[in-house]
């Protein structure tokens, strides 16, 4: 068993892992921060994606005792100071870009990195992107419009409601 | 101008902030104090007798609470199948047992050998690692058709063969559709495959067993699309544990898609468990598991026959189907093929005489059940492609061939046993030729065509049933459940609503739009109108949501009880406002007295049912809570048209989607915003089942397909936009929202269109394709194109 600390949403968290415990399950299972979800296990679904130093991850991909020291950001962290949901959020409830929700928390945050980079990309950039993210209840066009919206653009002119 | 609330309205979704925030309940989120994990070791391979299973190497292990195999449930009941069907011959299908356990054989790669429970799951883990399985293997059985010859390898050695049953419908009409074979002037013959798919919920299953020693109730949390029916078929048939003693909850539940109806081994395992080493006993599903141990969708072969007159009338249909059931029988399976897919054959034409028969397969495969559509998109898909087919055979256009065989006229009786109460396939097709700019498909296939590209357009239309169903009818059927729906409408003292329903949602957004039409019915705000759903602790007997039933089943049911609420309240109101209650009405949230200026606001009402001083004690009781169950005059009969376009590379056979538009007919419509976006999910796993998805079985029964690496899900950069449009709305007749249901509609209507559409541009290049089997993956299609 190893001893890890970290910044998990500003706050510090810590914690005794074994060496083969993954970030999300320390996340889930000794954070309880349940908001972060492992949808497979191969790292292909990316309903785990977390901020770890500012950088999309995989949280499934990455070892807890490797964020030792790091600076991480779940979903549970993303609403404005006052509990709002912040814009990429406001944009995903506006525009439907959720159904179940399972995948949701890595849409989120997929989102938040890629706007980061690029804070006005087109809509082929936003699904090459999501590439590493599967919903399989919006087929993408709710999203890729939520994501767009966040970013400043207008959609309007993309179909449906 | 779009309204701002109630029925019509685009509300936003009040479920999206939990789960925009992290917040939402799932049931992997769940953990309770004291819980023991459990890993199933499973057979990795398909077929074998089970030699022996030692495991006094792995009891001994850190942790490990204890080690069940199949001898641990000799005298508990298999798990349970909900629908027997009997054959063209009168006798029931052949039933084999289903154990929790595998007990001397087992039949399928994934099947459950055995579990060990331990104090963490990687405990667990390790030690299923350490349990020595002695299995002689027999050859497995694969393929359908070599599974029924004579002299086949039997999966299950106590039935007489690997026919489940051999269906026959209308099997009196089946001299009457030859005999138009032999009169037609054409006969258009397709031999095709609906691939075997896996329904991939974002949420891998999980089950979490808690049981009370001092009261001795058992608690199952489960990833479940119909908590009752859980506890009804786990409690009565496989754990004998009655129903007031048995709870079954699915809280927040991460898509379904069908897959999540059934009951399943781990459900009944992790009950049995908690209650055997008195600790709850939590599994969750790894996607490796999912895709071996989930119910598997479609699987059919198909021959498929169309005969016309020398006008083009359709005049009859012929149909021969194997239907794969896997190693075993899941809950629903043997409805799919049958009566979700042979009423539904006659499609939107008004073709007078079809035969459907459908041989069902036992392989030593995982389990076949309903996936998204179940047996709809399988006769859509056969009738679609073969009316194409037809048109490219005859020389006549696809949309115009279509629209001659048109049925017209409703209610309309088909020739497969249903009754069509509404539709307008022309208003459909109209509005698709106007959103799918079919004018300008010549000048795009041009610019296509520069570019190097074959572009192609497919259209097809689609008819479904949803609403299941009415219980007398499936009864007859072979169903051995009701399917109706329940709703009670609690009204709080200070004028809230608590709507706890059977229907279950996991997607679907019922929590907005259930309370937009309770909201619309008393003229209240959405936000005083609360839904409960997915806990059989406090919510009435339900059926659950599947077959788009939710809104036409549920919703309904949840209508007939605010009815009643609001015929009491109405009650009240005459009796505060002393007049007639014929003369009372309701209208934006208070009641008076038709002609004055007298009236009382709802919440004054709802206050006096529970502060009975001022009330009419000698006519009705205190209190505004009323149940209803609702069970359907007839199933719905949403319908459609849907148009793709696709660019194929013919230096890679590579397809894209370039354009896709849905038309669809609802009825009416709750909530615009939520039935766009279940139309888009649909599209997207149609366009996957055309184009990427496969679960590809070799010859020893190994799933080859078994993780996100080897199975292809759709990508958000292999879909393009999709243009919807439910505008075309012919409400139903026999239900009180006049709804449909939208749910299947998208994964029924694509995959048609898109394989028509690339045959279409595949033959624009002169080539001789008439057909690809799916998934259109760029080898099949640059086989067909130079094979």
């Known amino acids: ?161 | 101008m779009p309204k701002d609330g109630g029925i019509g309205a685009s509300s936003k979704r009040r479920e999206d902030v939990r789960f925009l925030t992290g917040a939402g309940n799932y049931t992997d989120d769940i953990n309770i104090r004291g819980q023991a994990y459990v890993h199933f070791l499973r057979s990795d391979i398909a077929h074998g007798t089970i030699k022996s299973i030692d495991t006094a190497a792995a009891a001994g292990m850190p942790g490990v609470v204890r080690i069940f195999t199949g001898s641990d449930f000799e005298g508990v009941g298999g798990m349970p199948c909900g629908w027997q069907v009997t054959d063209r011959h009168g006798q029931p299908m052949q039933e084999p047992a289903h154990p929790i356990l595998a007990q001397g054989k087992v039949r399928h790669v994934g099947e459950p050998v055995a579990a060990v429970v331990a104090d963490t799951a990687e405990q667990a883990r390790d030690a299923a690692e350490a349990i020595v399985l002695d299995i002689d293997e027999l050859p497995a059985v694969v393929d359908m058709k070599a599974a029924l010859e004579s002299g086949a390898t039997k999966v299950h050695d106590d039935l007489n063969d690997n026919l489940c049953y051999d269906w026959g419908f209308v099997e009196e009409n089946k001299d009457a559709v030859n005999k138009a074979f032999d009169d037609a002037a054409h006969v258009t013959s397709l031999e095709l495959v609906n691939n075997r798919l896996v329904a991939n919920p974002m949420e891998p299953r999980v089950a979490v067993g808690d049981y009370a020693k001092g009261t001795d109730d058992s608690t199952l949390y489960t990833t479940s699309q119909n908590p009752h029916v859980i506890r009804l078929l786990m409690g009565a048939f496989v754990l004998g544990i009655p129903e007031h003693k048995l709870r079954v909850v699915a809280p927040d539940v991460g898509g379904g898609f069908g897959t999540k109806i059934f009951h399943y081994q781990e459900e009944a395992f992790c009950t049995f468990a908690a209650k055997a080493c008195n600790r709850p006993v939590k599994w969750t599903s790894s996607r490796s598991e999912a895709f071996i141990s989930d119910a598997h969708g479609r699987d059919h072969v198909t021959k498929i026959e169309l005969a016309l007159d020398k006008d083009n009338n359709f005049t009859a249909i012929r149909t021969e189907t194997h239907a794969n059931m896997g190693a075993y029988l899941s809950t629903f399976a043997p409805s799919v093929p049958t009566w979700l897919h042979g009423t539904l054959m006659a499609g939107n034409y008004k073709t007078p005489l079809i035969y459907v028969n459908v041989k069902a397969v036992f392989t030593n495969t995982v389990p076949v059940d309903a996936y998204r559509g179940a047996g709809r998109p399988e006769a859509t898909f056969q009738l679609e492609r073969v009316v194409d087919k037809a048109a490219r055979e005859l020389g006549v256009d696809p949309i115009a061939l279509r629209r001659q065989n048109f049925i017209t006229e409703f209610p309309y009786a088909t020739p497969v046993a249903v009754e069509y109460d509404t539709g307008d396939y022309h208003g459909t097709m109209d509005k698709l030729e106007e959103m799918g700019d079919f004018a300008g498909f010549a000048a795009r296939r041009a610019e296509s065509e520069k570019n190097g590209k074959l572009r192609g357009l497919g259209v097809n239309c689609y008819i479904e049933a949803c609403g299941i169903a009415p219980s007398n009818l499936v009864g007859q059927l072979g169903a051995r459940a009701g399917l109706y729906e329940s709703a009670t409408v609690r009204v709080n003292a200070t004028g809230g609503l608590v709507v706890m329903t059977g229907s279950h949602s996991h997607g679907q957004g019922h929590e907005t739009s259930f309370a937009q039409v309770v909201a619309e019915m008393i003229g209240i705000d959405e936000s005083m109108v609360e839904i409960v759903h997915g806990d059989t602790a406090n919510t009435p007997m339900g059926m659950g949501t599947y077959g788009s039933r939710s809104i036409a089943v549920g919703g309904s049911a949840m209508v007939r009880a605010t009815e009643k609420i609001i015929n009491k309240a109405k009650k009240i109101a005459s009796h505060l406002l002393e007049a007639s209650e014929a003369d009372i009405e309701l209208k934006d949230g208070a009641f008076s007295v038709a002609g004055t200026d007298k009236s009382v606001a709802w919440g004054d009402v709802t206050l006096a049912a529970y502060v009975p001083h001022n009330y009419p004690l000698e006519d009705i009781e205190p209190g505004l809570e009323e149940t209803a169950f609702y069970d359907p005059a007839n199933f719905t009969y949403p319908s459609g048209a849907y148009a793709c376009e696709v660019e194929v590379d013919p230096d890679t056979g590579k397809v894209s989607i370039e354009r896709f538009a849905a038309a669809d007919d609802f009825g009416n419509i709750i909530n615009p915003m939520i039935v766009t976006g279940q139309v888009h999910g649909g599209i997207a796993q149609g366009i996957g089942q055309a184009l990427l998805e496969n679960c590809a079985y070799d010859e020893n029964g190994q799933l080859l397909s078994a993780s996100y690496m080897d199975y292809a899900m759709p990508r958000a950069d292999d879909l393009p936009m999709f243009a919807v449009d439910h505008s075309s709305q012919t409400p139903c007749t026999h239900n009180p929202l006049g709804v449909k249901g939208c749910g299947e509609a998208g994964a029924i209507g694509s995959p048609p269109a898109v394989v028509n559409a690339v045959v279409d541009a595949l033959q624009s290049a002169g080539k001789d394709v008439t057909h690809i089997d799916m998934p259109l993956s760029p080898d099949r299609v640059w086989t067909a194109m130079n094979g």
């Open chain 1, 1 to 161: 068993m190893a001893q890890v600390s970290m910044t998990v949403n500003g706050k510090a968290a810590s914690g005794e892992v074994e060496g083969r415990t993954l970030l999300s399950s320390f996340l889930r299972d000794q954070l309880m921060l349940t908001g972060t979800h492992v949808g497979c296990d191969t790292s292909q679904c990316g309903a785990c994606v977390v901020h770890v130093d500012g950088q999309a991850v995989k949280s499934c991909t990455m070892l807890a005792v490797e964020a030792e020291g790091a600076d991480v950001a779940t979903i549970e962290g993303q609403a404005n100071a006052d509990g709002s949901l912040n814009v990429i959020q406001q944009a995903f409830q506006d525009h439907h870009g959720l159904q179940c929700g399972f995948c949701t928390p890595g849409m989120v945050m997929s989102a938040a990195a890629l706007l980061k980079d690029n804070p006005k990309p087109t809509e082929t950039e936003v699904r090459e992107y999501l590439e590493g993210n599967i919903c399989r209840c919006t087929g993408y066009h709710n999203i890729v419009k939520a994501i767009m919206a966040a970013s400043g653009q207008d959609v309007s002119a993309i179909a449906a409601e």
